[in-house]
């Protein structure tokens, strides 16, 4: 029954936003994408204080044991996002060389980094980038690895609670949805058409899958490490909403865009406390 409920979740969330996304991208809504933003913050901190914490924390394991590896995961994830902003940076120089003024495009590629999330104005607005053949299958590279992180952590999160699972895997869908957006855009320019992008952005999606079955058969010989699982999924969703999400959010705006942000934020924060609730 777990396995089964694993396979629904990261299936969804894998394959399920990157269609929302391609119903957000390749239509007019795609203007919405910063409420997306706000949305997948509120979310992710939602579900990492509210559900993944407390779980790990009701454990057996000690408190300063699981903040240690908090603090571990942060540590990790922003190492991982430095060493991919030189790696892009690094190609990007070699690659485009002749082109001075433009450093700033190292923002288009780092969307396919397995902890950025919804960076679409960046592709959209630097088309160059996209018009390289590579790019297109760098930004997938990037998309399996994460995704096969994130059917992991759903994983660990169905198999401590299966209210945990849902509501994971509902977080992870709606972060991954304005992330998808701006790979949408680059295959798109890469692969020709809209279908092409969209079938390689959703096989990159199904290796959610594939995490969700390595997390469920490696968890089920180490269930004493589940609580650490928690904590370093709660990491990734609270580095992700704090470091990627919210500083694209942190714009000088009129009263009326800021009431928005809060109210998509408090949406989101709304919506995975229903969830939760609903599953429960």
Known sequence: MILIAILIGTVAAGVGSVWLAAFLGFSMLARYTQHMLSLAAGAL???????????????????????ATLLA??????????????????????????????????????????????????????PHEAERRSGGWAVLAGDSVHALGDGILIASAFMADMRLGVVT????????????????VVLRLTSGTQRAALVKVSLAGTVTALGGLVGYFLLSQLEDFLPYFLVIASSSFIYVALADLIPQLQKRLGLRETAAQVAWLLTGIALVMLVSSLAH
């Open 169 to 184: 895997a509902l977080a992870v869908l709606a972060h991954e949805v304005p992330h998808h957006i701006g790979d949408l």
């Open 45 to 67: 901190m939602a579900t990492a204080f509210m559900h993944l914490l407390p779980e790990a924390f009701e454990s057996q394991a000690g408190a300063q044991e699981l903040f």
């Open 73 to 126: 995961g942060l540590v990790f994830f922003f190492l991982l996002d430095k060493a991919e902003l030189w790696h892009h940076g690094h190609e990007h120089h070699h690659g485009h060389g002749h082109d001075h003024g433009h450093d700033h495009h190292h923002e288009a590629p780092h969307e396919d980094h397995s902890h950025d999330h919804g960076h679409a104005a960046a592709h959209a607005g630097h």
